[in-house]
């Protein structure tokens, strides 16, 4: 049977944020999962991998059609390409990468690419990208391993539904509505500075570091320096959407679509780590993260489906200048946690991964965005946020947080809580 999935409302808007700028496609909503490792990497073995990867897992190789509520993606029939690349980008920030800038058209494909990056001193790096209206983190990750299973000789997993999020979030709550999160706030880097001479060819700009060693809880630690030094930027009241993976609902689903909720996390002047631990769980254990988002407060959100996708962006794009010229957003920002990740799996045919790593997807609306990855060395900490908000501030927030985290608490029952706060998050896959 043909792959078929209805395009569903979240996945529509991420969809209508594609534009034209400058004569060229630019598809900002994209999950972007970096290998980083070394070994002599044959191309061509990898080539047949991917190919060999994406005929098991359909969803990586849709396409869509349809207009408005008959939207839907289906199998294009045609494999995930392999771009192969010779650079000697860092994979530290987005400075002199503009190959992570290729667009992924909807309607013809690909949807998804794999990049093959040659860097330096025999260092490779293997970029899996995802158009997000077509698949998640997760779906992107479930993707890679198979990817790797078939370069290593073994048989792909695949994947085994065609639900949608709005279909599987109906399982669990029937589309129990979000709270209204009432008025904007302030962005954690304070107000936006606004530069006419500002190169906008990437409106954003991301950096990454890494924080050496072990650290549970880390989810927890690095929201509440987000949160200090908001204060310092003279914003008491903080909040932060968490993602959580839908999947673990379903026993036995693969699955590489759009699968992900959320739930989002108060944190103000007030809050303490017990507060943090008690909320989460209270909202993981209520299903939050398959409640409907409230993107427009009057405007029912399935009607959305019949709105046409230029509508959408333009309305998005007004949005986007409001938000950044008066520096208040519905959030402080996203942190997305992938856990520890196995880096064994990534590695295959004389390829040997030492880390890997999500670079945060370019939403526009969105203040900041922070993904958390580990492995067996340490965290891969990035942060990505508009270059209005920037300008070095980012930077000054990062190394804020991670010198916070670095040092050691002298209250044990606040490291205690936040650890628990944290192993909810990741419970949820």
Known sequence: MTYTRPLSTIERYYVSCDSKKNGQLHTPCVNQMVVEGHGNLD????????????????????????????????????????????????????????????????????????????????????????????????????????????????????????INDMQLAQTLNNHAKADDLGPDIAAATGAAKLDPQQDLKSPSRWIRQTLKGKHKGLLAKVALEIARYSRLNGENSVRFQIPVDMRPHKEGLNSTANLTGGIVVSVDLNTTAEDWNQDIRQQLAEKKEAEIPRFFKFFPFHLLNWVPTSTIRRSNDKL??????????????????????????????????????????????????????????????????????????????????????????????????????????????
């Open 43 to 162: 191309s061509e073995k990898l080539r047949a991998a991917v190919t060999k990867a994406s005929y098991a897992n359909p969803g990586s190789r849709v396409k869509l059609v349809g207009h408005l509520g008959f939207s839907r993606w289906v199998d294009s029939d045609h494999s995930t390409p392999l771009r192969i690349v010779h650079s000697h980008w860092d994979g530290r920030s987005n400075d002199n990468a503009d190959f992570l800038l290729q667009p992924l058209p909807t309607r013809t494909g690909p949807t998804s690419e794999v990049v093959l990056v040659h860097s330096d001193n025999n260092k490779h790096f293997i970029i899996f990208r995802t158009h997000h209206g077509a698949m998640d983190g997760r779906g992107t990750l479930h993707f890679a391993n198979d990817v790797f299973r078939c370069l290593r000789g073994e048989e792909a997993i695949g994947e085994n539904s065609h």
């Open 320 to 429: 986007v200048k409001k938000r950044r010229e008066n520096s208040v957003f519905r959030t402080t920002g996203v942190i997305s946690n992938l856990g520890l990740l196995n880096v064994d799996q990534f590695s295959g045919a004389e390829f040997k991964a030492d880390k890997s790593y999500f670079i945060p997807p370019e939403f526009e609306t969105t203040a900041l965005f922070v993904t958390l990855a580990g492995h067996p060395e340490g965290v891969e900490i990035i942060m990505r946020s508009p270059v209005q908000l920037d300008g070095g501030r980012v930077q000054k927030m990062m190394d804020f947080v991670l010198n916070n985290i670095e040092q050691p608490l002298s209250n044990t029952a606040q490291i205690s809580s936040i650890e628990k706060s944290h192993q909810a998050i990741e419970e949820t896959g």
